[in-house]
């Protein structure tokens, strides 16, 4: 009987997790089929009017297009970044054993707390970053001041926060690889950029998705870096769709109306998530193949 | 095909992409309905003569935001405590995460808190859904309330500023007591007095020669020994705040609305031509004399610049300017002066205000506790030893503003007390009391950053009146 029972009492934790998950979320989904505020805590079920109202508003379109932006931006430069970086760090050097460890700083600081700080560093006059700036006579830049650099200011703290969770990963995976390919290249006198090409990136694309995967789902999803640095200004320019929701559910407490916006974000999320998911098998397969 | 790798996969995707609706589960606790509101007031319970004993042994808890004004609180706590046998046990949050804490837990229907702090403005979010204890009741209760409390010593225009009826586009000063007024800001133009000195300026007298003078500092200050600094601080973040001090202080001294109320129908008056060439202006200004990347600043930085000698003038709280002027609290300290600012066409002073309030929790389960707690917060005794020994200015009470101690403290700022004489009959909320308050002013900060930004003032804010027309009309 004990032994029967083992399998059932096993996931049990699991179960929880789950409907740790799901019974929030089922509810907040039932809550967009109301007009659930605090100015109507008895709210009239209106069915489909809140997801209506988001998908005719100028600025839901607006922060989804800001939301896909800093998605793709972040995503990319992190990326390659942390790519470039994991090569550098791959090659055996005391250096490189010395800067792998220090790589990983920016990881442990929290995003809310990255953003704070520079904040100040890119403040125009006191800031740290105008003032080495200076010599250069690009000492007057005011970063965050327009919807451009407040937007590009923004995935740049991005990219400081997320590159060494990418050039891990991706030096996991270099690591990881078989050495006999590159042992033969070598012998046959191939160049670095065609053993590159060849070998290395199609062997280590499953990582460098897995990392990408990660890192565009996060930055969709971003709240506390642009919140820190921009509050979504100037304007509407760094308004995402988490900043929205905040603003809609909590700030103004349109309830119903606030968590429309999240689902509407966990759709997108899910898609990219699915699609994205599914690319990953194809290439794990491939890798497995070059292997 | 791999079915079984296809639903890892699916059900990979989908637990990742459940991670992005955090704010779900803060509203998870079911619709917080008002459903046991009654007419009745829990005040009605409290008989015979008063007694600040009425309730020993009895814990209230306060949620409090970080504050000068709460230090001095906290700081005489156990002189309540040994008054009453009242335990107070205390919170304190930081402002930037007060609000949002305190919102969540009022929605959420429990008694957590049985008092805390709030301003008027967020009356009219809390009240209408039944959050705030009317406190009339208390007040009006001689068993409740001791003698010596007071109300006719409070200013006024702040205890009606609390007062509200809960019908948008209703006058303040009707129907419930939802908060007291516990300490005030006034928003006036607090100024470098070394730096005018120097570039031989007056406090200015319209708002046309405050925008020339802080034209004239950013550009004469740098060369005059005054490395790297600008002529007026003024808030500018992508937030409420940024609307309520100075800009709707000289936007009302312009005779500008936000809103024009007809009936029960609101509307939207901030893209009136008047209203859009005082916009226009002040966004000139910024331009012309204010701080770089003033779309980030918040009244922290604005007040730290003034106290760094950053700022020659600060158009903001009277309370951000005296926490940099009081002696060795910044590098400006001593040479900070105070003015109310410059007087509308018509010469009008009409100021805006922000009160940091005191109000109970409806759901709370120890209302006499905590009435008695509020009485004591707001009464003279604690409210004039909070301003005499520690910083809790502006005082709410007339007796505590014209107490010989207090002015003695003050006196050695210079133009501190004859500008809050001057401005403190005119200074009154002059928004419109309505519950999208917030999203009304966080939208027109965003639309002033656009105008900064350089887009037309005219277009930009009919825009924002659109869109307010359909929230709030």
Not at chain 1, 78 to 91: F, K, P, Q, Y
């Amino acid at each position: 009987m004990r032994l029967a029972l083992r399998p059932y009492l096993l996931i049990v934790p699991a179960l929880l997790l789950t409907c740790g998950i799901l019974y929030p979320f089922g509810l907040g989904l039932y809550y967009t089929l109301f007009d659930f505020s605090a100015s109507k805590p008895q709210p009239d079920m209106v069915r489909f009017e809140n997801y209506e109202t988001v998908f005719t508003q100028d600025a839901f379109w607006n922060s989804a297009w800001v939301t896909v932006l800093y998605a793709v931006g972040a995503a990319a430069v992190e990326t390659m970044l942390g790519v470039a970086v994991a090569l550098l760090l791959h090659r055996s050097s005391l250096v490189g054993r010395v800067l792998e460890k220090i790589l990983i700083l920016p990881l442990m600081i929290a995003p809310v707390i990255a953003a704070i700080i520079w904040k100040l560093m890119l403040q125009p006059s006191v800031g740290v970053v105008n003032h080495l700036l200076k010599p250069f006579g690009l000492g007057g830049v005011q970063w965050t001041d327009t919807p451009t650099g407040a937007l590009l200011s923004s995935i740049a703290v991005d990219v400081w926060v997320y590159t060494p969770f990418v050039a891990i990963l991706a030096l996991a995976g270099l690591r990881s690889l078989p050495t006999s390919p590159f042992e033969a290249a070598a012998v046959d006198g191939a160049r670095w950029w065609y053993t590159f090409r060849r070998l290395t990136l199609p062997m280590l694309w499953p990582y460098v998705l897995v990392a990408v995967i990660f890192r565009f789902m996060d930055s969709l999803k971003v709240f506390d870096i642009i919140y820190a640095l921009t509050e979504g200004g100037p304007g509407d320019s760094t308004v995402v769709l988490q900043i929205r929701a905040y603003l809609e559910a909590i700030r103004f407490q349109r309830y119903s109306f606030g968590i429309s916006y999240t689902i509407v974000l966990w759709a997108v999320v899910y898609l990219a998530a699915m699609i994205l998911v599914r690319h990953l098998g194809k290439i794990q397969r491939k890798a497995a193949e070059a292997k | 095909m791999d079915t079984h790798a296809h639903d890892r996969r699916r059900f990979l995707a989908l637990g990742a992409a459940l991670a992005a609706a955090p704010v779900l589960s803060a509203c998870g606790a079911g619709f917080g309905g008002d459903d046991d509101k009654s007419d009745g007031s829990a005040a009605d319970d409290v008989t015979g003569s008063f007694d600040w004993k009425r309730e020993k042994d009895t814990t209230v808890k306060a949620l409090l935001n970080k504050h000068p004004y709460t230090d001095a609180l906290i700081a005489d706590l156990k002189a309540f405590t040994e008054k009453t046998g009242i335990k107070v046990e205390y919170d304190v949050f930081p402002e930037d995460n007060y609000f949002d804490k305190l919102t969540v837990d009022l929605s959420s229907g429990r008694a957590s808190y049985d008092v805390f702090m709030l301003g008027a403005y967020m009356v009219w979010q809390y009240g209408p859904p039944g959050w705030l204890e009317d406190l009339g009741p208390w007040m009006r209760n001689s068993a409740a309330t001791g003698a010596e409390w007071d109300q006719a010593d409070f200013f006024p225009n702040l205890l009606q500023a609390d007062q509200w009826s809960l019908k948008a586009g209703a006058p303040l000063g009707q129907g419930g007591q939802y908060a007291l007024p516990w300490g005030w800001e006034t928003n006036v133009v607090a100024y470098n007095t070394e730096v005018f000195k120097k570039l031989g300026l007056q406090p200015a007298k319209t708002f046309d020669e405050l925008r020339e003078i802080a034209g004239v500092i950013k550009d004469k200050a740098p060369g005059a020994g005054f490395d790297g600094m600008y002529g007026i601080a003024v808030r500018g973040s992508r937030s409420w705040a940024t609307i309520h001090p100075g800009f709707m202080t000289m936007y009302a001294r312009n005779g500008l609305h936000d809103f024009t109320v007809s009936g029960e129908k609101l509307t939207p008056a901030m893209n009136t031509p008047e209203a859009i060439a005082f916009t226009e202006d002040w966004a000139g200004m910024v331009k012309q004399g204010g701080p770089p990347s003033w779309t980030s600043y918040t009244w922290y930085q604005c007040s730290s610049d003034l106290g760094a000698k950053k700022a020659g003038m600060l158009f903001d709280a009277d309370t951000a300017a005296y926490f940099q002027a009081v002696e060795g609290a910044s590098p400006a300290s001593g040479k900070i002066a105070f003015h109310p600012g410059p007087k509308g066409p018509g010469g009008s002073l009409a100021t805006n205000m922000w009160i940091w309030s005191l109000g109970m929790n409806a759901k709370s389960k120890k209302k006499s506790a905590s009435w008695l707690f509020l009485q004591w917060a707001t009464g003279k005794e604690h409210l004039r030893k909070s301003a005499i020994t520690h910083n809790h200015i502006d005082p709410v009470r007339k007796s505590v503003a014209d107490d010989a101690a207090y002015k003695d403290k003050m006196r050695h700022l210079p133009g501190f007390i004859e500008t809050f004489e001057t401005v403190v009959d005119q200074t009154k909320i002059q928004f419109t009391p309505q519950a999208q308050f917030f999203d009304a002013t966080t939208s027109w900060a965003a639309a002033l950053q656009e105008i900064y930004g350089g887009k037309s003032a005219k277009s930009v804010l009919n825009g924002l009146a659109g869109d307010l027309a359909d929230k709030v009309g």
